[in-house]
């Protein structure tokens, strides 16, 4: 099968959005197998979404319109459609409920023109929008199989995975399952490099390697009539996969590293403090995001000027005279300073050159980690990162994060 | 005048990129008075690139090819541009040493299919490539205007502004100059209720107002054949604007709120600390992305829980015991003790609920800034946020900048 996506709507065309929903689009409809040939953006205009609706049909064994859905006049996509199929517009019982619940719930008037969008092309099915208001409609036509979605993204993906997807699949008699693994401290062409062959001679599953934000992902996709045969298939290639890279492996899913750590810290019942010079509190905020965390944490100290870790983190006026700031015996310090000031099970302390200049003779990206409370001693790991200041210090959060998901790992073996 | 998008690569349609270049395009052309009225992407396939090529031509005026202009085997748009205007590829000698020295600054082998990016198309202008190595090309056919630009944003971008642009408005002997106005504190829907009547009314300049991240930006924008006159006009039209909402105005141009921050504190020569609960180094963080902030700054403290606020930042027991970690006698406190334990000019302090569940009884979004430092008295600003757990954390933090901005007035008209 394949597919043309029609995006409508003026303000993709003023620039003020991108059409981020063709991308997800497209990348969904790759994982089944149906192959994307053309995007298109036309703005709210009935003239131009009839001829590139035309044009699409005749080229396209499926069309996805998306956008144009809404309440006011300039939401044209269901009667340009309507037009095109020759079919009328009808109220559907179903979208009008869930409507008038939606305001309900909100407490909110219902305007006229919201019953508008309770109206679906005569003979479509009816896909659900379970975050927000305008019914999506699939239907079969002449030419081509037609769906019309609702343009913004938090509407759109839940429908497609919920609603659309299925039905998608449902032609073909198979379902699709995937595992995502998620890798750290290997770029993206050195993964594939280690797996060239299997990526090359993939079928079913398919391994599909993934950059984003610094971290890898490999996400393994399966064809298949039965879940349990499905798991082997996953399994099976998750073994050979693992066997080569699995020391950059951390995790599943959708799952990042700093929120992995936060699950791990729960689970193993311990908090943690930091001591951040260059870092100066990305660490702690990010750590944060995550709701619960005060189970985990106390407090941090960001120590920017080498006063302040004299003062407030006592780190040694001996070393910072004899190594200098940014030197392992100051992340050594740092990180065990911190932790019993902060009285936390483990202290991580973050020094180093974020750049643009170089400092104490030491050049940008030159960064050390210190993590207390696992042994008696105090591990320090030595990084040079790249990039420009912003990167380097958003690297160095991901690398102590996975440095201490680590040792919670060899940590949680000896208990 | 109205313009097509055409961008060229199959990793636009597997969903692996968006299609960023169709909203940075269409942006500028609408500046600039082009009306795009229609964004394709196509694969690297000629078949259907000549296929839309021939459509865009017969409808627009100025069609512009993105992508596909690299030095492998699936770059053909050039090739397939040729055969459209019916005219053959010579070398470029220009662009073929552009290319050259490309090689050499960074000392790399350049290989013979590099030669064939110096190719362009017989009679067009040259547009040069100012961030790599591909030209970009320019030429009139009998239909229409013809634009070829590199896939890369960073490479399009620079091309747009400096070679492109020019072009377009060569013709009708105008130039454009912008300027930015900033605001925070007041939506988007406000700001245009507000200035309603001028915004219908505009006709040169132009007001276009822009909401991003919870700041809202008003871009003027004048058509003009002599630089002063535009002056006088920008001038004139902003009198207009801040007479209604410069209460909420702190500034010009791409700089954002915590930038001005930097900017400002560095030139009154003044040091800052901060005392962060629910925000937890999300400040200072902040605060660090820009270089040279040692100037400034000195360190902070994450008091996330009520110990480390009693015995590191000294929060009198008897201020948690009565009013709660989040009030406003805590944020006195947080800010004034930060300040005299980090030995700074000014100390803000940032206590609230950042949520989802709520504490002390208070709702999420309830959040307590103060600064100390400016006055004898320590001044809290109470406000009540919306949003998630981080766009609460993220407001909070706009807020305090937009606040100490406000109190840096202040205290540089009493100097």
Known sequence: MNAEIIAVGSELLLGQITNTNAQYLSK????????????????????????????????????????????????????????????????????????????????????????????????????????????????????????????????????????????????????????????????????????????????????????????????????????????????????LIQDRVGEHFYGYGEIGLMEQLVIQLKKAGLTISAAESFTAGLFTSGLTAFKGTSAIFNGGISAYSAEVKENLLQVSKETIKQSGVVSEACAVEMASNVRKIMSADIGVSFTGVAGPDAQEGKDPGTVFIGIAGFDQQTVVFPIQLSGNRQAIRERAVKYSCFYLLNELKRWNATQ
């Open 28 to 239: 969904q409809l790759a994982e089944i197998g149906v192959d994307v040939y053309v995007h298109t953006v036309v703005g709210d205009n009935e003239k131009r979404l009839a001829e590139s609706l035309e044009l699409a049909s005749e080229r396209a064994d499926l069309v996805i319109l998306t956008g144009g859905l809404g309440p006011t006049k300039d939401d044209l996509t269901k009667q340009t459609a309507a037009i095109f199929c020759g079919r009328t517009l009808v109220h559907d019982e179903a979208a009008l409920e869930s409507i008038t619940s939606y305001f309900e719930k909100r407490n909110r008037p219902m305007s006229p023109n919201n019953r508008k969008q309770a109206l679906v092309i005569e003979g479509s099915t009816v896909l659900t929008n379970h975050t927000g208001m305008a019914p999506g409609m699939y239907l079969e036509t002449e030419k081509c199989k037609l769906v019309l979605m609702p343009g913004p993204p938090r509407e759109l993906q839940p429908m497609f995975e919920m609603e659309l997807k299925p039905k998608l699949l449902d032609g073909s008699g198979t379902a699709i399952t995937s595992r995502v693994l998620r890798y750290f401290g290997i770029g993206e062409s050195q993964l594939e490099t280690d797996l060239e062959d299997l990526i090359d001679a993939q079928t079913n599953p398919t391994i599909a390697p993934l950059a984003s934000h610094g971290e890898v992902k490999l996400r393994l996709t399966v064809k298949h009539t039965d879940a349990n045969e499905a798991e082997r298939l996953l399994d099976e290639t998750e073994r």
